[in-house]
Each structure stands twice: as structure tokens, then as C-alpha cells.
Nanobody, 124 residues
């Protein structure tokens, strides 16, 4: 099993920045990629970004390209999501997820492990 714990959420003004962290523990070697998803009230959980542990390759959903950056620290088994130029529509619970798939997956079903989520609220 892999345990994922997110941190870094909170309240931020529009145009501001926030960095989320996701610490992985347990059988972390079983995951090949790590992703961030988010879920706004009344909406489906949606893909945000994904990164491969080994190569550092990344992929983003269009709405966050140029504003968000996903990165990883292999030594710390930690993945980050740097969020800049935040907008009120970025308000959501952000979830970290781990996938055993070798590809850069973007669908929920491809991810095997999930964190509990951290709330990010962007005020206008």
C-alpha cells in the first residue's frame, strides 16, 4: 500500500500563489507516476497535472498550463504543485494520487492511491 498526505492548502487572494505538497510513504516503488486532481463544489473531480517519478516528464490540463508547475523530490518521496496567478475558479479540494501505470495518465480510474485532499480557496 501507498499512503499519500497532502498539505499546503488554505485561503489565497486572486493573483496569488500557493504550493501544495504530497508526501508518499509505504510501497512508493509501486507507483510510476503521481498526479494532482481537484474537485470543486458540485462538480466532478478533474485532472490537473501528472509527473513521472523516473523521468520527471509532466502533463497539464489546459486551464492551468503556464500557471501551475508539478515537480517531484525523489529523495523525499514528495510531489509538489506550485500554483501561481490563482483565480477564483481554481477553488477546490486538491487531491494527490499515485498510479502504477507507466504512462502519464489523466483519468481517475488509472490512479490506484489517493490522499485525503487539501482545500484551496481563492478569493476575488
Amino acid at each position: 500500500q501507498v499512503q499519500l498526505v497532502e498539505s499546503g492548502g488554505g485561503l489565497v487572494q486572486a493573483g496569488g500563489s500557493r504550493r501544495l505538497s504530497c508526501a508518499a510513504s509505504g510501497r512508493t516503488f509501486s507507483t510510476n507516476t503521481m498526479g494532482w486532481f481537484r474537485q470543486a463544489p458540485g462538480k466532478e473531480r478533474e485532472f490537473v497535472a501528472v509527473i513521472a517519478w523516473s523521468t520527471g516528464s509532466t502533463y497539464y490540463t489546459n486551464s492551468v498550463k503556464g500557471r501551475f508547475t508539478i515537480s517531484r523530490d525523489n529523495a523525499k518521496n514528495t510531489v509538489y504543485l506550485q500554483m501561481n496567478s490563482l483565480k477564483p475558479e481554481d477553488t477546490a479540494v486538491y487531491y494527490c494520487a499515485g498510479s502504477r501505470s507507466p504512462g502519464l495518465e489523466t483519468v481517475r480510474s488509472a490512479f490506484n492511491y489517493w490522499g485525503q485532499g487539501t482545500q484551496v480557496t481563492v478569493s476575488s
